[in-house]
């Protein structure tokens, strides 16, 4: 919020700006240092004022192409290119090539008596000779209160400082000026009387024997600046800064679905897998497989040819291949083919932050597509509760604004209630799948279910969850009046569902061909009943048959036996005709 | 002391008092308050080292490349380069007798 308001503002009254490359410091400061004046930065001793300056003159010189001078009261130049060799940066090329001047300031205490009155013009020359030999537009002094040590007279000291303060002004070069903490004051001298544009104090802490480092900006005068305390750490490649407030709720959403490598999964999420870019936790006891849907995921996303990073806080990479091949899954062709890569760190090998700045730094070489962290239950043990909390939110804040989908693994303790320890997290997360043992029956089952899922149809079952050597597969749980049942007491209840089914259906079939028979049965009835009519009707037509046939041969007889009697031919042959033509009754 | 100095001035001498000094002066321009350093530094060798002393005075504001090579902070600066070890006052030397200590001259003067 406060970022958003300074971003609108600051096209307005814009304070020019000199950018340190300081990864982060820049996002707290809207742009870097006043430019054209100096900075006081101020802490107590080994919490990184000088690494800052120097960091500040080398981005300078090799970035911005702005030349600077360092001038050094307490390190000399051999011993300064050492120090911040160690840290990636060419002191000494860029002093070769006129980049850098470097000038060690020392006075012996001892060697030096004061006679009368002077002043520093023997500083101011020096500097100014540093500045117009190469250029330069940025000046560190470190440690200037040196000089206090060195020379007895105060009063001429700070009337100097000052004039040297509004020198440097003049001159238009950006300065860092470091200074020691003082006990009451910022610092020990009281140099911020004399700098008052910018002032940024840094701090080291050591908390349950972890030590973090925390800057913040005291002061700006004139422009708008994030206020809070932000942790920062010395990496190889100097300083980062991690501003948690800097990050705003803006990102892109995807409206994208991505799976998980699990189908049975990816149906319970509405059949297509999480959104691209979102939180994933995967919360679960010990043995749940939570790092075998990890890396299912991975597996996944490396079949869509996207990239994998996978942070193991507790195996080696090696040893994750190797169970994870127990289960038919080959991981290391996927590291071979660049399409995973595995960052494994015990999690107490460093603080939170170092953590969080190397996660950063991987995630921003890798390029990943997918970020699995296994488990960050972990990390929370490197950390008081708001401090993860923080790290955690600007971890997925950060990934999110890269549209990078991330898998969290959390580990429960068994018998803890499941809500109360990832309270702080789940928040944080849009989707949240529960593994869980199921005990009884004399068995361990696993089943899965999703708790949370923003923005998608999601199933409200448990499934049990299958680990074989085939991989992984999810089944329906048995829910039943008896509650739900998993493992053998699943398959037993299968099974007998199963055998009453089959009694059930060997019954209808036995009815069946039980009628069917019957059928048959009055089906020949009915045909010996027409067999039987059939026959007498057969009867009744030959007995009318007979009958006409022997009417018939009465009547010819007759007329035969008349003709042979030589009756009457004519009536005879009436007779014969009324036999034929009529009918004969 | 003096007498010894104006009888032997033999380069063979062992007494730091004995060899010839050598003096920077260190100035930023020609101002009023150089010329009173190199003033005061003059008349204090001449009171001190008579004959055995030289004196170089440098010009910051011309040669400001040669601040570093002595560590030169403040102006004026007197530098005892001869005999060693390296001394240095800073000021414009008019405290007389902390000349005398800054230039480790008290036991011996």
């Not at chain 1, 100096?38 to 080398?58: H, I, N, Q, R």
């Not at chain 1, 190469?134 to 560190?140: C, E, F, N, P, S």
């Not at chain 1, 400082?161 to 610092?187: C, H, N, P, S």
């Not at chain 1, 085939?470 to 749980?477: F, H, S």
Request: aromatic share 6%; proline share 3%.
């Amino acid at each position: 919020m406060k970022t958003n308001r300074s971003k609108s503002t600051s096209p307005v009254t814009r304070l020019p700006k000199c950018p340190t490359g300081i990864q982060g410091l820049d996002e707290i400061t809207g742009g870097g240092l006043p430019r054209g004046r100096p900075t006081l930065v101020c802490g107590s001793a080994g919490c990184g004022k000088t690494l800052l300056g120097a960091e500040f003159l080398v981005r300078g010189a090799a970035q911005f192409n702005e030349p600077g001078v360092l001038m050094a009261f307490e390190e000399t130049e051999a011993e300064l290119k050492a120090n911040v060799a160690s840290l990636g940066f060419d002191l000494a090329g860029l002093v070769r090539s006129k980049k850098i001047a470097i000038d060690y300031v020392h006075i012996e205490r001892s060697e030096v008596q004061e006679s009368g009155e002077y002043d520093l013009e023997g500083l101011f020359v020096r500097l100014g000779h540093a500045i117009d030999s190469i250029g330069a537009k940025r000046v560190v002094l470190d440690t200037l209160e040196a000089l206090f040590a060195s020379l007895p007279n105060e009063a001429i000291l700070r009337a100097e400082l000052r004039r040297l303060f509004r020198w440097l002004k003049d001159k238009g070069v950006t300065a860092v000026i470091t200074a020691e903490r003082g006990r009451e004051q910022l610092t020990r001298h009281g140099l911020e009387e004399y700098v008052s544009d910018c002032v940024i104090l840094l701090d080291h802490r050591v908390n349950d024997q972890i030590a973090t480092r925390n800057l913040r900006v005291v002061k700006y005068r004139g422009a708008q600046h994030g206020t809070n305390e932000f942790p920062f750490l010395i990496g190889d490649e100097g300083i980062s800064v991690l501003p948690i407030t800097s990050l705003g709720l803006n990102h892109k959403v995807s409206n994208e679905r991505i799976a998980t490598g699990i189908p049975r999964l990816d149906a319970m999420l509405g059949g297509h897998g999480f959104f691209r870019g979102s939180s994933i936790l995967l919360t679960g006891t010990p043995g749940t497989g939570k790092t075998i849907i990890s890396s299912n995921f991975a597996q996944a996303a490396a079949r869509r040819g996207e990239r994998t990073l996978f942070f193991s806080f507790e195996e080696s990479p090696n040893q994750i291949m190797r169970n994870m091949h127990s289960i038919g899954l080959r991981l290391e062709p996927l590291v071979k083919r660049g399409l995973l890569r595995f960052h494994s760190a015990r999690p107490s090998l460093y603080g939170l932050e170092m953590h969080l700045a190397t996660m950063f730094k991987e995630i921003v070489t890798f390029q990943p597509q997918v970020v699995i962290i296994d488990p960050i239950t972990s990390l929370m043990d490197a950390g008081t509760d708001s401090e993860c909390r923080g790290m955690v939110t600007r971890l997925v804040d950060y990934l999110k604004a890269g549209q990078v989908t991330t898998l969290f693994t959390s580990l429960t303790q068994g018998g803890k209630a499941l809500q109360q320890s990832e309270a702080a997290m789940s928040s944080l997360m849009d989707s949240w799948l529960l593994l869980q043992d199921f005990e009884g029956n004399g068995e361990r089952n696993r089943v899965l279910y999703v708790l949370k899922a923003r923005g998608m149809k999601h199933s409200n079952q448990i499934r049990e969850f299958l680990i074989s050597d085939r991989g992984i597969d999810l089944v329906d749980a048995y829910i039943g009046p008896s509650g739900v049942l998993t493992g053998s007491a699943r398959a037993a209840q299968n099974s007998l569902e199963k055998a009453a089914v089959l009694a059930s259906q060997q019954e209808a079939a036995q009815l069946k061909r039980e009628v069917e028979r019957k059928r048959d049965a009055l089906e020949r009835k009915i045909s010996g009943l027409r067999a039987d009519y059939e026959t007498e009707a057969e009867e009744l037509r030959r007995i009318a048959e007979q009958v006409g046939t022997s009417t018939l041969m009465l009547t010819t007889e007759r007329a035969a036996s008349g003709l042979l009697r030589q009756a009457d031919i004519k009536v005879a042959a009436q007779a014969r005709g009324n036999a034929r033509n009529g009918k004969v009754n | 002391m003096k007498s010894k100095t104006v009888k032997r001035r033999a380069p063979a001498a062992k007494s730091p008092a004995d060899e010839l000094w050598q003096l920077r002066l260190y100035v930023m321009d020609q101002t009023p308050k150089s010329a009173t350093a190199f003033a005061n530094l003059k008349s204090f060798c001449e009171n001190h080292l008579k004959g055995r002393y030289r004196i170089k005075v440098i010009d910051l504001m011309r040669q400001p490349q040669l601040a570093k090579g002595d560590q030169i902070l403040a102006t004026p600066t007197v530098v005892r380069k001869l005999p060693k070890p390296v001394r240095t006052i800073i000021g414009n030397l008019s405290n007389t007798e902390s000349v005398l200590v800054g230039l480790d001259l008290r036991a011996s003067g």
